[in-house]
């Protein structure tokens, strides 16, 4: 309330003190503005523009992230002009946490695996992790098991409670990426989350893991998008990961060969020993990279249970592995051949070589009774009796060998 108009000038003493304050609050947060808006709308670095260009793609196709968390990476997959998600680019997570495994609980700490769709209203230019978009944790499959959970964000510095954390320089180029990918056209771009990468030797590794069942379904996925190059479209089934076949039988029948080919490995590797571990963490992991990084002061932000990071990724040995030799490898014909003996002008190899004083059953001599049966056995059989009691009877001989082309013939 104002004082009485005479006094009215007393007011300003009082105004001057104030209003350097409310200046300050208002450049503050025009700065504010302006650096929200600023890495939010920063540009894709120059190196990353060339590879796609070199990869027959740009910045406003469409993309696939793809997250691997033993391994600690997210790629980047983009649509090139033949319409098919090429490779691009490899970036190393700073931080996630938990176990290898499916989220299943809001604050268990697990980072979720799975196929997740991103669209632009899930992006997060305001985020305190510097920039950030939410995966789309928990998803149908999610929401079928019952699992509960929310904002799982691929986000800025080094700290992480179920998130992908990237660093602030990271995740400010996974945002500048895909939102290039938005203002291109693309409506949502898949996520897709996976306990490690999906290779034979990974799968028969982890065979007797409690997730095996879940992580083959997400291995059928994995297959699906290489063997066909299009993002996967995902559908649930009686609470399982079920994938709609291409609309291009070639593509289609790719996929098919493949995953086959993938399961037979996967067979051969269980058969020949392979063995079964088990990966436990206190924590999550890192990227061997940030971990050299950080230990040369390289400034990551904060850094959540660092302590944790010390006992990642230990490998329990469920099944010892069985080392078998291999199979000796095929003979060649050549030697083969030297082996049996020299051509003998009749289209086929000699059998006339072979290992002293052996002789095959096939050209060993029949034996017979010096005096043969006759047809009328109760005649003959009584006197051959009679004579091999009173030791009477003749030694046999041996008739001579037939030669062995006849022996074949008669065969």
Same mark, same amino acid.
């Not at 009082?14 to 947060?29: D, E, N, S």
């Given at each position: 309330m104002l004082p009485p108009n005479g006094s009215r000038g007393s007011v300003r003493p009082?105004? =001057? /003190?104030?209003?350097?304050?409310?200046?300050?609050?208002?450049?503050?947060?025009a700065w504010s503005v302006t650096a929200r808006a600023d890495k939010a709308n920063a540009p894709i670095p120059a190196a990353t523009l060339a590879l796609m260009a070199a990869r027959g793609t740009h910045a406003a196709s469409p993309i696939v992230l793809r997250a691997y968390k033993k391994e600690s990476e997210i790629e980047l997959w983009k649509r090139n002009a033949a319409g098919r998600y090429v490779p691009i680019k490899t970036y190393p997570i700073c931080r996630w946490s938990g176990q290898l495994g499916p989220k299943t609980k809001s604050g268990d700490r697990q980072t979720p695996e799975g196929f997740y769709t991103v669209a632009k209203s899930q992006m997060n230019p305001n985020s305190r992790y510097y920039l950030s978009f939410?995966?789309?944790?928990?998803?149908?499959?999610? =929401? /079928?098991?019952?699992?509960?959970?929310?904002?799982?964000m691929v986000h800025g510095i080094c700290s992480s409670m179920g998130c992908f954390a990237m660093t602030d320089a990271v995740a400010g180029e996974l945002f500048s990426i895909a939102r290039e990918a938005f203002a291109g056209g693309q409506s949502a771009f898949q996520f897709q989350s996976f306990p490690f990468r999906m290779t034979a030797a990974n799968m028969a590794r982890?065979?007797?893991?409690?997730?095996?069942a879940f992580w083959r379904q997400l291995k059928e996925g994995s297959d699906r998008f290489e063997a066909t190059g299009e993002e996967p479209v995902v559908g649930v089934s009686g609470g399982r990961y079920v994938f709609a076949?291409?609309?291009?039988?070639?593509?289609?029948a790719a996929f098919v060969e493949l995953h086959r080919a993938e399961n037979g490995r996967i067979a051969a590797l269980v058969e020949?020993?392979?063995?079964?571990v088990r990966t436990t963490y206190s924590d999550g992991g890192q990227h061997a990279f940030w971990a050299a990084r950080i230990r040369q002061g390289f400034p990551v932000g904060d850094i959540s249970r660092p302590e944790a990071l010390a006992y990642a990724g230990q490998d329990v040995v469920l099944i010892a592995a069985r080392h078998r030799p291999p199979p000796p490898p095929p003979v060649p014909e050549a030697v083969w051949t030297a082996w049996i003996g020299p051509w003998n002008g009749t289209g086929s190899p000699s059998l006339g070589r072979r290992i002293a004083e052996f002789v095959p059953s096939s050209e060993t001599a029949s034996v017979r009774l010096r005096e043969p049966l006759t047809t009328r056995y109760a005649q003959s059989w009584p006197s051959l009796a009679r004579a091999a009691i009173e030791?009477?009877?003749?030694?046999?001989?041996?008739?001579?060998?037939?030669?062995?082309?006849?022996k074949v013939a008669q065969r």
């Open positions: 009082w105004f =001057r /003190a104030l209003l350097p304050a409310l200046i300050g609050l208002l450049i503050v947060t939410d995966i789309g944790y928990p998803n149908t499959y999610d =929401r /079928a098991h019952g699992y509960t959970g929310s904002a799982v982890y065979r007797t893991d409690p997730n095996i076949p291409s609309s291009d039988p070639a593509k289609e020949e020993g392979a063995a079964a030791d009477r009877l003749p030694p046999p001989e041996g008739d001579a060998p037939q030669p062995l082309i006849e």
